[in-house]
Nanobody, 122 residues
Framework: QVQLVESGGGSVQAGGSLRLSCVAS????????LDWFRQAPGQEREGVAT???????NYSASVKGRFTISRNNPKNSLNLQMNNLRPDDTGMYSC????????????????WGRGTQVTVSS
């Protein structure tokens, strides 16, 4: 069983930056692929960024070039550096962990945090 706790959200003006963190407990994240998702009011949850076990990262088109996902296996944590924020980045950001192979094939239970709110004003 993995517990995930996000932090780092807040309110910023457009063009600002935030750094989100997701700390895991209950198991080592070494064997997990990790993701950041976000959900804006009235909209479906969307994937923002993902990082596989070797550290390969992928991003949604809307955040590529502005956001950077990283993992710190010794600290059992996941981060999301968000730069040049825009009002449409507003939403509840949640991290997810799921076991995966070295090639990125996922299996087993998904674990989710409760989220941290990001609000970007124009």
């Amino acid at each position: 069983q993995v517990q995930l706790v996000e932090s780092g959200g807040g309110s910023v003006q457009a063009g600002g930056s935030l750094r989100l963190s997701c700390v895991a407990s209950g198991d080592s994240i070494n064997g997990y692929c990790l993701d950041w998702f976000r959900q804006a009011p009235g909209q479906e949850r969307e994937g923002v960024a993902t990082i596989e076990r070797p550290g390969f990262a992928n991003y949604s088109a809307s955040v590529k070039g502005r956001f950077t996902i990283s993992r710190n296996n010794p600290k059992n944590s996941l981060n999301l550096q968000m730069n040049n924020l825009r009002p449409d980045d507003t939403g509840m950001y949640s991290c997810k962990a799921q076991r995966c192979s070295a090639s990125g094939a996922r299996f087993g239970q998904e674990y989710w945090g409760r989220g941290t709110q990001v609000t970007v004003s124009s």
